[in-house]
């Protein structure tokens, strides 16, 4: 089946803008998770949406960076007024939190460029 | 969560066996071990899962000491497209954030 989905797979903008990322999960998944990983740098956990609790932004680095997740499915990842440390790649996975493993799936990420 | 220790790199030659430790000497006992991998320019990929009983499933095994604190993920016979960064993880199985560490950067070599 159809694994997890992210959009764009490269984006390039200028400091200062707003960009978004897209994820669409593994359809029935419920949990929904936002990752980043600089270069060089391992990866950072970012945000956490599990059903319709409130999510964890624990990771979240500064108020500049918001999720939302409409209808339980797809997930938006906004930041905004982008500085060059925002330059990542921004990992989403979703797992389906019925199984006992809550094996989470990645998908192939979005590499964002801050110029 | 408890926090592991891996070898930055290792090598292995093609079609032998890879061996990759990791300690976790904190573990608890309700935490879980996970292993995962990033193959370049590629999202993570889950590859096994244990508590306390030795795993295997059709990518690897995964050998968990008795006392928990070390485990070895063993790949029996390592192909170029196995060379990858592995991650070891210890969680809880109550879902939420996976915590990486920086992994072992595994080579396989012709």
């Known amino acids: 089946g159809a694994g997890v989905s992210q959009s764009p797979s490269n984006k390039v903008t200028e400091k200062g803008k707003d960009v978004e990322l897209r994820c669409d999960p593994i359809?029935?998944?419920?949990?929904l998770y936002w990752y980043r990983q600089s270069l060089g740098q391992g990866l950072e956990f970012l945000i956490y949406f599990q059903g319709n609790s409130a999510p964890d932004k624990s990771g979240l680095p500064s108020d500049r960076f918001s999720a939302e997740r409409t209808g339980g499915s797809v997930s938006t990842l906004t930041i905004q007024r982008t500085q060059q440390e925002d330059s990542a790649v921004y990992l989403c996975?979703?797992?389906?939190?019925?199984?006992?493993?809550?094996?989470?799936?990645f998908g192939p990420g979005t590499r964002l460029t801050v110029l | 969560d408890a926090k592991t220790t891996q070898p930055p790199s290792m090598d292995c030659a093609e079609g032998r066996a890879a061996n990759l430790p990791c300690n976790h000497s904190t573990i608890s006992g309700n935490e879980y071990v996970y292993w995962y991998r990033q193959i370049h320019s590629q999202g993570p990929q889950y590859i096994i899962h244990g508590l306390k009983n030795n795993e295997t499933n059709e990518m690897a095994s995964l050998i968990i000491t008795e006392d928990r604190k070390s485990s070895t993920l063993i790949l029996p016979h390592a192909t170029l497209r196995d060379t990858a960064v592995y991650y070891c993880i210890v969680r809880n199985n109550q879902g939420g954030k996976l915590i990486f560490g920086q992994g072992t950067e595994l080579s396989v070599k012709p």
């Open positions: 996975a979703s797992s389906s939190k019925r199984a006992s493993t809550d094996t989470q799936y």
């Open positions: 359809s029935g998944h419920t949990a």
